[in-house]
């Protein structure tokens, strides 16, 4: 910790927000690269190459057997999710909707080109050297950029978006690798990716949060709350997460009882994280009034937590049991470490010296976690006398080398698989904190965070209404 602070300490320079050059060079650079690099590498596959009539012929197949009428309705739910979603969820913040929203898409747009490669390097390349891509690839993406979406919640408002790209580069490789050696090497099911997402994703923004930790962010006090307009649009960003997020957990999975069961599994573990949410969120107010902290967040707890099990057996009231109890934990996480109305400060600011900006902790984190926890034991008690033998092998993937796999090594699988997903998002989240502490990437001011007016040009009206330009236009009018 003493080598921490001292780092910290190190890097604290004066801020200067003017990423007049260094953010369009970045841009620029990093553009060109991923032109030059699709060039050498990115292909159509099979399905979506002019080939695929000579194929369909050979193998007497129709259109309908092409993936993209299985996979592209699920790809445009999850991209709604990931642009729409994600982005109007962190407009809470009552002057950083601008940076919510438009660095929400800056993230996305690069990282899903970057995911593309990086996943293609691992599942997708052929023997010419080339990767082969089609629209479950689409989906991957997404996937991946689900992942820095969820650690940039923890540092919204505090960030560059210098920053918030250096953030997606490395977020997007450590995530390929991690996914491959949770589904590739150690064989864990993770369709939802409570591991692979959600606990990756969390644990590595909260780590750059911990690295990036601000003693004096109490100086942007006055912008960290929300206003009854900010609250409302990004309650439409919960409710675009909330209803598809079943295609979400089902995107990927095994066409037919797989994917079923995962969309199935998913409502209903949504469905009764909803009435524990409220309740929680009613009970713990003195007034018995609800917190739409609470509402915007918790209500998603359940289809992060059945993530993992998502295509497994889990059973209609297994996954209402997840939501039950993954809407009464995210809930008393908000409120007893994040908005913490029990404790004067923030219990994880306080003692933990984690600044975490949108409650990722309470809302992939922990949920995560007990996604992972909840899929090692589902697929540990698995038998042939509930998924049948062919079902069982199926679900499991019990093919090739794994074919003498039994479940209760599966459970094992996947538990090995959650504690990968932890260090690799611990490790890395303190990897890349160290390197965005560097003083050279135009982050804003302790007193100047939260607030849109440092990246963004305002129209008149929101500048005149701006409080830090407010004070500035009044010192200098004191000056004169």
Request: proline residues 3%; glycine residues 10%.
């Amino acid at each position: 910790m003493g080598c921490i602070q001292s780092f910290r300490q190190l890097c604290d320079y004066p801020k200067n927000t003017n990423v007049h050059i260094s953010f369009p060079a970045v841009c620029f650079v990093w553009q060109t690269a991923m032109i030059i690099l699709f060039g050498i590498f990115i292909r159509y596959n099979e399905e979506s190459d002019p080939h695929w009539v000579e194929h369909k012929k050979a193998n007497n197949l129709s259109d309908l057997d092409n993936d993209f009428y299985f996979r592209y309705p699920s790809f445009q739910d999850v991209h709604v999710m990931i642009f729409i979603g994600f982005g109007f969820l962190m407009t809470f913040l009552k002057r950083y909707s601008f940076g919510a929203v438009g660095f929400n898409f800056l993230i996305a747009a690069f990282g899903i080109q970057w995911a593309l490669l990086m996943q293609g390097w691992f599942h997708s390349l052929d023997a010419e050297g080339k990767i082969r891509i089609g629209v479950e690839n689409l989906i991957n993406a997404d996937f991946c950029v689900a992942s820095c979406l969820i650690a940039y919640g923890a540092v919204l408002g505090k960030v560059s978006n210098v920053q918030l790209l250096v953030l997606t580069l490395f977020g997007v490789t450590l995530f390929a690798v991690d996914e491959y050696i949770i589904v590739s090497v150690i064989h864990a099911r993770d369709a939802g990716g409570s591991m692979s997402i959600h606990t990756f994703g969390a644990y590595y923004g909260l780590c750059i949060s911990w690295m990036l930790y601000r003693p004096n962010l109490n100086q942007s006090s006055r912008l960290q709350g929300s206003v009854y307009h900010s609250d409302v649009f990004a309650m439409i960003g919960t409710l675009f997460l909330w209803m598809f997020w079943p295609s979400f957990n089902s995107a990927i999975s095994d066409h037919g009882d797989g994917q079923h069961r995962a969309v199935i599994n998913t409502y209903l573990a949504l469905a009764s994280t909803v009435l524990t949410c409220m309740a929680i969120s009613s009970l713990f107010n003195k007034h018995g009034k609800l917190d739409m902290v609470h509402i915007q967040n918790s209500t998603l707890a359940g289809g992060v937590a059945v993530g993992t099990a998502a295509e497994f057996m889990l059973m209609p009231y297994g996954a209402l049991i997840v939501g039950f109890c993954c809407g009464i934990i995210s809930t008393l996480g908000y409120i007893y470490l994040t908005v913490c109305l029990v404790f004067e400060s923030p219990f994880m600011e306080k003692h933990l010296k984690i600044q975490d900006t949108c409650g990722i902790h309470n809302l992939h984190a922990m949920p995560g976690l007990i996604g992972g926890i909840v899929g090692a034991i589902t697929a540990a008690s698995a038998s042939k006398s509930v998924y049948g033998e062919e079902g069982l092998i199926n679900t499991f993937d019990f093919e090739g080398k794994f074919k003498d796999v039994v479940p209760t090594q599966q459970g094992g699988y996947q538990a090995a698989g959650l504690c990968v997903a932890l260090c690799f998002g611990v490790g890395g989240g303190i990897l890349v904190g160290c390197i965005l502490r560097l003083p050279i990437w135009g982050d804003p001011a302790d007193d100047n965070c939260f607030n849109d007016e440092a990246y963004w040009e305002l129209p008149e009206d929101e500048e005149a209404a701006s409080p830090v330009l407010h004070y500035n236009n009044h010192m200098q009018n004191k000056d004169v």
